[in-house]
């Protein structure tokens, strides 16, 4: 496996961090995976430890704010502004890779904005994968909301205390409050329309442990993918890449992928 790190210029000249691990032959496909709100690239081992062995490039970069990136800490004037950093890394990933097939993840924040970039640039890409994301009814109850100071609960995350811990002692986290007015939640409010649009393979994946599984069954509905799957597993929370089945998460995943390359 080879693991190499640097930056690039972003939108508004930022310097965004990103790393990329590729396995020793050539890539049977590349997994580009957008992270989640207050994390970094390098929470996504298990991703990298299981699929790179296995023949797959995995990349990844920290958001603006997040991580090694430079930015004002998990605040953005737009979502827009993540979706135009990762346009950029994606025209990198694929000069580096210019006839590999590209697989999109998002996990949580990162799925808003995987969402968002395969609405604008859906051709680009061979699929998508969603985790611990999904959408609200309009007429459903509000999506719970910090109160002003509070921070991301840790509870939700997962059921495995090593991973509690490793997430509550990593300096690249981000364990301040939320933004007030935080950009996520209108963003949210705006896909329920938008990712009809959606028409390329997608896999919508979350557990059921919290309110990610209902949420994830209304994105899976309301993608216009003919190919499209719905995969929730009971009782996991969050972070279901870091959940004590990953395993299973990842053959899943797997499994998906090995029919669409």
């Known amino acids: 496996m080879k693991h190499k790190e ?9 310097n965004i961090y990103y ?3 590729l396995p020793e032959s050539s890539p049977k496909a590349i997994l580009l995976v957008a992270h989640g709100f207050g994390e970094h690239s390098g929470r996504y081992l298990n991703v990298v430890n299981y699929f790179v062995p296995k023949g797959f490039a995995v990349y990844a970069l920290d958001h603006r704010g997040h991580g090694r990136s430079d930015g004002e800490r998990v605040n953005v004037d737009s979502f827009q502004d993540y979706v135009k950093d990762l346009k950029t ?7 580096e890779n210019p006839k590999g097939k590209i697989f999109l993840i998002g996990h949580s924040m990162g799925s808003v904005i995987s969402l968002l970039y395969a609405i ?39 059921r495995d205390p090593a991973v509690i811990k490793a997430y509550e ?11 007030a007015g935080f950009a996520m939640f209108k963003e949210i409010s705006s896909l329920y ?18 309110p990610d599984g209902a949420r994830s069954r209304v994105l899976y509905e309301r993608i216009a993918s003919k190919d499209k799957i719905l995969k929730l597993y009971e009782g996991l929370l969050h972070e279901i890449f870091n959940e004590p089945e990953h395993p299973q998460v990842m053959a899943d995943m797997e499994k998906w992928l090995a029919g669409r390359i």
């Open 89 to 95: 890394y994606f025209n990198i990933v694929r000069k």
């Open 120 to 158: 604008e640039y859906q051709e680009e890409l061979n699929g998508l994968i969603t985790s611990g994301g999904g959408l609200s009814k309009p007429n459903d109850p509000p999506m719970a909301r910090p109160k002003p100071g509070e921070g991301l609960s840790t509870a939700m995350l997962s």
């Open 169 to 179: 002692n990593d300096p690249l986290v981000y364990h301040g409050p939320i933004p």
């Open 19 to 21: 790393q990329y691990w």
């Open 193 to 210: 329309d938008s990712v009809t649009q959606i028409k390329l393979p997608v896999l919508v994946m979350a557990g059921n442990g919290g």
């Open 6 to 14: 640097a930056f690039f210029k972003g939108y508004q000249d930022f």
